[in-house]
C-alpha cells in the first residue's frame, strides 16, 4: 500500500489529455513539493516534472504538473503512442522522515 | 554528459550481504545528494535511502535501517549500498539517482543493478 494514492490505470486516444492524479495528505503533499517520473518499459524512471511545475531541460511543455493542497496532478496533451509508459508521483514525508512515491500509472494511448 | 552506472548485484542467500557501487561522471559529483532507489520485480518505485554531498546526513527507509549502509567517496566520485541480513524481500532492481534541487526528486537514474535475495 503506497503512501500516495494514483490510479493504476488511464487510457486516451492519440492526441488527446489526459491527466493523473496522486493524492496524499499533510505530511507529504500538503507541505512539500512533487515529483513525476516517466518510465517507458525495460527503462530507468526519467525525471518529468519538479518542484510541482517545473520541467526540466528537454522535457516538450505537453507535460505539465500542478498541486492544490494534498493532491497533485500531471497533464499530457497530445498524446503519442510513445507516451505508454508506468507515471509515478515522489515527495517527502516529513512524518516518515522519507521519500515516498505513488503505487504507479500505466497509460495507455489506443 | 551526466552518467551513473550501478554494480555489484547478483543472486545472494537470505541473511547474505552485497556491497553495490555507483560510479558518477559528467558532473561535480561532491555537490549532490545521492540516493538510492529500488524497484520490486512488477512492482512500483520505494525509496531505500539518501546520503547529503558530504556524507553527514543520511536517511533510510524503515525496513531497511540497521541493515543498509549508504556511504560515498567524492574523491573516487562514488556512491555505495552496503546490504546485510538480506531478504527475499529486498530482491529488486536498484537505482542510484542523482537529487536534483532537494533531497527528493531525481534527475538523472543509472541504469539500475539487480539483487536477487533466495536459496
Known amino acids: 500500500q503506497s503512501v500516495l494514492t494514483q490510479p493504476p490505470s488511464v487510457s486516451a486516444a492519440p492526441g488527446q489529455r489526459v491527466t493523473i492524479s496522486c493524492s496524499g495528505s499533510?505530511?507529504?503533499?500538503?507541505?512539500?513539493?512533487v515529483s513525476w517520473y516517466q518510465q517507458l518499459p525495460g527503462t530507468a524512471p526519467k525525471l518529468l516534472i519538479y518542484?510541482?511545475?517545473e520541467r526540466p531541460s528537454g522535457i516538450p511543455d505537453r507535460f505539465s504538473g500542478s498541486k492544490s493542497g494534498t493532491s497533485a496532478t500531471l497533464g499530457i496533451t497530445g498524446l503519442q503512442t510513445g507516451d505508454e509508459a508506468d507515471y509515478y508521483c515522489?515527495?517527502?514525508?516529513?512524518?516518515?522522515?522519507?521519500?515516498?512515491f505513488g503505487g504507479g500509472t500505466k497509460l495507455t494511448v489506443l | 554528459q551526466v552518467q551513473l552506472v550501478e554494480s555489484g548485484g547478483g543472486l545472494v542467500k537470505p541473511g547474505g550481504s552485497l556491497r553495490l557501487s555507483c560510479a558518477a561522471s559528467?558532473?561535480?559529483?561532491?555537490?549532490?545528494?545521492m540516493s538510492w532507489i529500488r524497484q520490486a520485480p512488477g512492482k512500483g518505485l520505494e525509496w531505500v535511502s539518501y546520503?547529503?554531498?558530504?556524507?553527514?546526513?543520511?536517511y533510510y527507509t524503515d525496513s531497511v535501517k540497521g541493515r543498509f549502509t549508504i556511504s560515498r567517496d567524492n574523491a573516487k566520485n562514488s556512491l555505495y549500498l552496503q546490504m546485510n541480513s538480506l531478504r527475499a524481500e529486498d530482491t529488486a532492481v536498484y537505482y542510484c539517482?542523482?537529487?536534483?534541487?532537494?533531497?527528493?526528486?531525481?534527475?538523472?537514474w543509472g541504469q539500475g543493478t539487480l539483487v536477487t535475495v533466495s536459496s
Open positions: 539517482a542523482r537529487c536534483k534541487s532537494r533531497a527528493y526528486n531525481f534527475d538523472y
Open positions: 559528467g558532473f561535480t559529483f561532491s555537490d549532490y545528494y
Open positions: 546520503i547529503s554531498s558530504s556524507g553527514s546526513l543520511i
Open positions: 499533510s505530511s507529504n503533499i500538503g507541505n512539500n513539493y
Open positions: 518542484d510541482n511545475n
Open positions: 515522489g515527495t517527502w514525508d516529513s512524518s516518515l522522515s522519507g521519500v515516498v
